[in-house]
């Protein structure tokens, strides 16, 4: 037996969650689902992993099967925004399973591909529409999306929609909405400043708080490793050849670093590619298919990544570089350790980022056993290419002075002279 028939959904709702083998509710969506159902306005806020998607769609849907409106032209009755793309495709390919025998309207709404398409499916309406703020923002200007109607709006990631530039979209995209409505707010952490902002957005709300500190889920096993900045690669190498990782999710601190650790790791013989926001859609799509497909072994990632990415079966995630927020930390090793599995979460680290560290072990109210490396064994283990290796030698000379400073040198051969 199916135990969601508890929350009594609709019949198609239950067949589509039995055809795709999910039984029995998480905590969040014991606690959401009824609230949602009964048209209140809903903060909701869990650890990352813990199904907060399927807390708001599975009543969304219930909702307007119950309560069946007509279509309004470029329209739709419910509106998920999310902040990106990736995540925006996760959510939507949820919306379909959950939907897979109803007789309803869905559209996905994001940058990077041509509108036509978008607009054209807007044209008779929808009951859900799943997107991203911009996108959002521009149909709207066009006249091609009229969210008049919109009775329900669903802010997913809320605390990064209010907290990484998109306030001023969504404020306009919220005064265009009408004011009776149902909001409902979804996040795995909330700042105090961000939830003094978040809270002007709902009405005689019910909060549902099952993850108060941010803490990551507990199946994950972290590591953290002091490395300098200039052996990082080396080290990566190293703890790749060491744990004998197949296959991990790289977060880097921004996309120039994240492109040339992957172009890094390819020199190595590994398969890597990093996906950011410069690369266009198809391209987003690809690598994220390849990854899933083990056509890559690594996927290298920045920190607007770190909640779009959905990927079951994932061991390994890599800090390559420690995030900026320490909230982020546990949105990123949150890829990982996903439905109940377990995990495991490696952090390189050098001098610079000391005090990101202690950021996290303070939310997180954990502190970590900091591993040294071996940098000479590392060395010794490295492949150094050199066009002609019989007249050239390499020799690693250590700093005394700075003894973070490696300097390797590249020497010929002196013949000796004919006495």
Do not use: W
Not at 129 to 157: A, Q, Y
């Amino acid at each position: 037996m199916n135990k969601f028939d508890s929350f009594a959904l609709n019949k198609q709702i239950i067949k589509a969650l039995d055809y795709a083998k999910i039984i029995n509710p998480t905590p969040i969506q014991n606690k959401i689902i009824p609230l949602i159902i009964r048209k209140s306005d809903v903060l909701g806020v869990a650890q990352t992993g813990t199904g907060k998607t399927a807390a708001y769609l599975l009543p969304i849907l219930h909702n307007i099967t119950k309560h069946s409106t007509e279509y309004n032209k470029k329209s739709c009755k419910s509106l998920v925004i999310v902040p990106t793309r990736e995540l925006a495709i996760q959510v939507y390919d949820n919306l379909k399973i959950f939907s897979k025998f109803l007789s309803l309207r869905t559209c996905l709404i994001v940058g990077g591909v041509k509108p036509g398409p978008q607009l054209k499916s807007l044209l008779k309406g929808v009951d859900v529409l799943v997107g991203t703020p911009g996108r959002i923002m521009d149909h709207m200007n066009t006249k091609g999306l009229i969210i008049s109607h919109t009775n329900t709006i669903i802010l997913d990631e809320a605390d990064q929609l209010m907290d990484l530039g998109f306030l001023p979209v969504i404020k306009k995209i919220a005064h265009n909405l009408p004011k009776k409505r149902q909001t409902i707010l979804i996040t795995a952490t909330m700042l105090a400043n961000v939830k003094d902002l978040a809270l002007k957005f709902l009405h005689d709300y019910e909060e549902i708080n099952l993850s108060p500190k941010a803490l990551p889920v507990s199946k994950i096993r972290q590591k953290t490793i002091r490395v300098t900045n200039s052996d990082k690669l080396v080290n990566l190498k190293s703890i790749i050849d060491r744990e004998k990782i197949f296959n991990a999710i790289i977060f880097t601190r921004t996309k120039k670093r994240a492109d040339n650790l992957a172009k890094n790791l390819c020199k190595s013989k590994f398969k890597a590619m990093a996906i950011h926001g410069d690369k266009r859609q198809s391209q987003r799509i690809r690598i994220l298919n390849d990854f899933k497909n083990s056509k890559l072994n690594f996927l290298i990632a920045t920190d607007v990544a770190a909640r779009g990415l959905d990927i079951h079966d994932i061991m390994f995630v890599i800090n390559y570089d420690l995030p900026t927020q320490p909230e982020i930390y546990v949105h990123r090793i949150g890829r990982t350790a996903r439905a109940g599995k377990e995990g495991i979460a490696i952090s390189l680290f050098d001098n610079s980022e000391l005090k990101k560290l202690r950021s996290i072990e303070k939310l997180i109210g954990k502190k970590f056993e900091v591993e040294k490396t071996d940098l000479k064994n590392n060395l010794k283990n490295e492949t150094f290419i050199k066009e002609n290796p019989k007249k050239t030698f390499l020799k690693v000379i250590k700093n005394k002075k700075k003894k973070n400073v490696i300097k390797i040198k590249s020497f010929k051969k002196r013949k000796k002279k004919k006495n």
